[in-house]
């Protein structure tokens, strides 16, 4: 299965469960100052992932990029 594609809803536990084991996979290797771990999904596929070093994360709409910080 490409890890970048949600088949359906049905599968979603799955996917959730795919990624918390990726985390869980990569534990050692996070640095202490990640605080999430940010997936972005348009039209069931993956289009971005990242690694936020902010407690706080704002999800404005914009076209801004994101650096990890803020």
Known sequence: MNE???VNAHNETTVEHEHIQEVLDKWTQI???IW???I????NRRVAK????APVLT????D????GMR
Not at 40 to 43: A, H
Not at 64 to 67: L, V, Y
């Open 4 to 6: 970048n594609v949600l």
């Open 31 to 33: 640095d202490d100052e």
């Open 36 to 38: 999430a771990k940010v």
């Open 40 to 43: 972005v999904f348009e039209r």
């Open 50 to 53: 990242a690694y936020a070093r």
């Open 59 to 62: 999800i404005n709409g914009s």
């Open 64 to 67: 801004d990029g994101f650096d």
